[in-house]
């Protein structure tokens, strides 16, 4: 069991307020996840400046006095919590591809042109206090809590996972054939940070959008792969995304107004936003892929 939450902010005026959304949240999906957590924030001014790519990563004993010695005078460099942020006005191929070559040993969490992914392992509730969540800013922000099944309760096991550009995934459930398309993928070049089941989802959904696929048909192939219960969400820059598994045992509630789209496991979650008396609620059909873009 898992908790799920998410919003994508469509009135400017909320953006301000995206991290304290979100912190309510995780707070109320904290019962379903105590393990470990994560969140991905889309356009946070402090770890996300306009004109610089983001890459998070998580970088036990290196000082951030080091990292940022490593790298180049231009990136910044940000520890919150468990993980680092580091910021600087290229690419975030680039970026990454310098912190690759300057720390080897690193595990890239994180990238884009204005995505931040925070996570690691503790109570959701402690942890956002650890990341500085409710000062947060953006457009766009995803939260998780996690009750280890699959693999161990680490940082890397933790979701989000966002494994290309501003591409971010998490899962309540379970893929029951993850070790068969782990090994495809790994065939095809991919390769693994975690023994975490939702990984491997993650990691084909970037494959399929490699290929060209957008994110609505690269979800419609995971339904045709993979197997198991799960409901996931996923985003990119511009799109939020909700899919669940052909039985839908899973939880999942969406929630809609002029000024925000959001989706959790349980209403609870979405109970404290603003507006939530008047918003279209419904929750998801089994296998339909749900898009909201910005």
Request: one cysteine or more; charged letters at 20%; glycine letters at 10%.
């Amino acid at each position: 069991m898992c908790g799920i939450a998410g919003i994508q902010v469509r009135d400017p005026a909320l953006e301000p307020r995206l991290g304290w959304l979100l912190a309510g949240m995780l707070h109320q999906a904290a019962e379903r996840g105590p393990d470990s957590a994560g969140v991905a924030l889309y356009g946070d001014a402090l770890l996300s400046p306009p004109g610089h790519a983001s890459v998070s990563l998580l970088a036990p004993g290196v000082s951030p006095a080091e990292l940022a010695e490593r790298v180049g005078p231009d990136a910044t460099v940000m520890p919150v919590g468990q993980s680092t942020v580091v910021h600087a006005p290229c690419t975030a191929g680039e970026l990454e591809a310098r912190i690759r070559g300057a720390l080897p040993g690193a595990t890239v969490i994180g990238r884009g042109a204005d995505l931040a992914v925070l996570k690691g392992v503790g109570h959701p509730d402690t942890l956002a206090e650890e990341f500085g969540l409710r000062s947060a800013t953006g457009r766009q922000g995803v939260v998780h809590t996690r009750m280890a099944t699959e693999s161990a309760v680490t940082p890397e096991g933790a979701h989000p996972f966002a494994v290309a550009d501003d591409l971010c995934l998490v899962h309540n459930g379970s893929f029951a054939n993850h070790a068969t398309l782990r090994r495809e993928l790994v065939a095809e070049g991919a390769e693994f940070d975690s023994e975490n089941d939702s990984e491997v989802g993650a990691r084909f959904v970037a494959a399929r959008l490699a290929e060209g696929h957008d994110l609505e048909k690269s979800l419609r192939l995971l339904c045709e792969r993979f197997d198991g219960f799960y409901t996931l969400l996923v985003t990119t820059g511009d799109t939020f995304a909700v899919v669940r598994d052909a039985i839908a045992c899973k939880p999942a509630v969406v929630a809609e107004t002029d000024a925000w789209v959001a989706m959790a496991s349980e209403y609870r979650c979405l109970a404290g936003l603003p507006g939530i008396e008047n918003a279209r609620i419904f929750e998801p059909e089994p296998e339909e892929v749900y898009t909201w873009r910005r």
